[in-house]
Nanobody
Framework: QVELVESGGGLVQAGGSLRLSCAAS????????MGWFRQAPGKERENVAA????????NFAASVKGRFTISRDNAKTTMYLQMNSLKPEDTAVYYC???????????????????WGQGTQVTVSS
């Protein structure tokens, strides 16, 4: 059983930065595309960024493009989301997810992902 555990969330002022991590633990982690999603109160969960297993392909939501970057460590067991120039509208619970079925495509559709973390809260104050 593979588990995904997010960390790095917290409270930050507008204009600040945070770095989220998503660590995969458990049995050997299969090749997997991975993504970050977020859900704000009263809103649907949305994709923020996604990265393929090879790291050659990434996708970003228009609202975060240019401010957020997504990466993985060399062992491909940890994924990161570097969030800069944070805005109050970035406030949400952030989830990481893994897609082991089609790992070379950075999907933005949450239905493509079969493993999910528990989420970490990010709050941006104005």
């Amino acid at each position: 059983q593979v588990e995904l555990v997010e960390s790095g969330g917290g409270l930050v002022q507008a204009g600040g930065s945070l770095r989220l991590s998503c660590a995969a633990s458990g049995r050997t982690f299969s090749p997997a595309g991975m993504g970050w999603f977020r859900q704000a109160p009263g809103k649907e969960r949305e994709n923020v960024a996604a990265i393929s297993w090879s790291e050659r392909s990434t996708n970003f939501a228009a609202s975060v493009k240019g401010r957020f970057t997504i990466s993985r460590d060399n062992a491909k067991t940890t994924m990161y989301l570097q969030m800069n120039s944070l805005k109050p509208e970035d406030t949400a619970v952030y989830y990481c997810a893994a897609d082991t079925a089609l790992p070379f495509v950075p999907f933005q559709d949450e239905d493509e992902y079969n493993l999910w973390g528990q989420g970490t809260q990010v709050t941006v104050s104005s």
